[in-house]
């Protein structure tokens, strides 16, 4: 009896100890997603959002009008740079602390599963709140400023701009849309490590693993990817984060614009299809940004711990 007890009693868990190595080597990991491949489909993703009635190739057209191959890096530095270095410190290290809390539901059924959902919600919210705002109000302006450069006007500079809207709009206005913004990284990472979990349990069950066998890490990459491509089911929220911070001028368009004003807003005028524009580089973006975080992380926080010795404590 005492020996079943003991059995069934779940291991003691100690709290995770602060780590900064989970902070450098989200950064890192981030920065090196956005200067690869994450920036093109970025631009291309948010110019199809953008103009709405663009296919895919025009979208390509549209964005190489503005610089040639260096158009598709538009804004990459230093504002995507930052945002990258800081929402992928913030979302490696509160993700990893938030997903700690659910092991001590494995008694109830919980576990990978659950756990890395409400790690990613968590990590998503808080890197949204805290660095989203400020970054995306500055890659949009980098976006308006190329565009009155195209209309033949002298651009005005950078922090200029930003300044502008600072004195017009205060606060709320360079973190405009960051409601929206705060969902999308809420369901985006609650989605990619949800089911890149679910996806590396499933490869356990079909590579006979299931007794705790580690995965190759050709397997947690394709795991990974799994979880960022069919993460793109929330398109909707990106569409709708893209137009409440576009800079465009459209009379017909409602003032003071809300998640719920914009989503009716966008559904009247172009419909379902509207909602989901942008979504093939999106899903390529989510695979990219999943394989470097998720999968890339694994393995790189693998290599750390035995080049330093020191234990890292995020597990994503």
Request: hydrophobic content about 40%.
């Amino acid at each position: 009896m005492s020996g079943a007890t003991l059995a069934a009693t779940p291991p003691k868990l100690e709290k995770k100890p602060v780590k900064f190595s989970n902070l450098l080597l989200g950064a890192g990991l981030n920065m090196f997603e956005v200067t690869t491949l994450g920036q093109p489909l970025e631009v291309v993703k948010t110019t199809m959002a953008a103009n709405r009635a663009d296919s895919f190739a025009g979208a390509l057209g549209r964005v190489w009008s503005r610089g040639g191959v260096l158009g598709y890096y538009q804004g990459l530095i230093p504002w995507a740079w930052i945002e990258a270095s800081t929402k992928g410190a913030v979302l490696l290290f509160v993700a990893s602390e938030a997903e700690y809390v659910p092991y001590y539901a494995k008694s109830f059924g919980a576990g990978d599963f659950v756990g890395g959902i409400s790690g990613g919600i968590i990590g998503g919210v808080a890197q949204a709140y805290a660095t989203m705002g400020f970054c995306t109000c500055m890659k949009t302006v980098e976006i308006t400023r190329h565009k009155v450069a195209a209309a033949g006007v002298k651009p005005p500079g950078t922090f200029e701009t930003f300044m502008g809207i600072y004195r017009k709009e205060g606060i709320r206005g360079i973190n405009k849309g960051v409601n929206a913004v705060a969902i999308r990284q809420m369901t985006n990472w609650g989605s990619r490590f949800g089911l890149s979990r679910l996806a590396e349990q499933g490869i356990r069950k079909a590579r006979g693993k299931e007794d705790g066998a580690r995965l190759s890490n050709m397997e947690k990459i394709v795991a990974s990817g799994l979880g960022g491509g069919l993460s793109a089911w929330n398109q909707p929220i990106e569409v709708i984060r893209v137009e409440m911070q576009s800079k465009a001028d459209d009379p017909n368009r409602p003032k003071n614009l809300t998640v719920g004003k914009t989503f009716r807003y966008i559904y009247q005028n172009n419909g379902l299809k509207g909602l989901y524009r942008g979504v093939t580089p999106r899903i390529g973006l989510g695979v990219w940004q999943t394989i470097c975080m998720v999968g890339m992380g694994d393995i790189a926080k693998e290599w750390v711990e035995k080049v330093t010795g020191d234990k890292v404590t995020a597990k994503h």
